[in-house]
Nanobody
């Protein structure tokens, strides 16, 4: 079985920073891309950032220059450093990891449980 455990969410004032973590554990053979999504109340889920296995990354235009995605392959963990936070960043943030588990036929997506980020004005 595979688990994705997120941490780091919370309440922060506008202009502040938070760092989210998502650790993968279980019978994992390999990990490909790792991403962060967010969903605000009443809105569609959106892709925030993705980091490939080789380290290249992509960001939503709304967070470029303020958010940084990184990964530690040895720890099977992906991070999202969020700086200069704005109230519109308030959402549930979930990690999304493409990995291959022992006994499976190929890479499959797995979701974390989500962590709440609230930015007050």
């Amino acid at each position: 079985q595979v688990q994705l455990v997120e941490s780091g969410g919370g309440l922060v004032q506008a202009g502040g920073s938070l760092r989210l973590s998502c650790a993968a554990s279980g019978s994992i053979v390999g990990i490909d891309s790792m991403s962060w999504f967010r969903q605000a109340p009443g809105k569609e889920r959106e892709l925030v950032a993705t980091i490939a296995s080789g380290g290249s990354s992509n960001y939503a235009d709304s967070v470029k220059g303020r958010f940084t995605i990184s990964r530690d392959n040895a720890k099977r963990t992906v991070y999202l450093q969020m700086n200069s936070l704005k109230p519109e960043a308030t959402a549930v943030y979930s990690c999304y990891v493409y990995l291959i588990a022992r006994g499976s036929s190929g890479f499959q997506p797995h979701w974390g449980q989500g962590t709440q980020v609230t930015v007050s004005s």
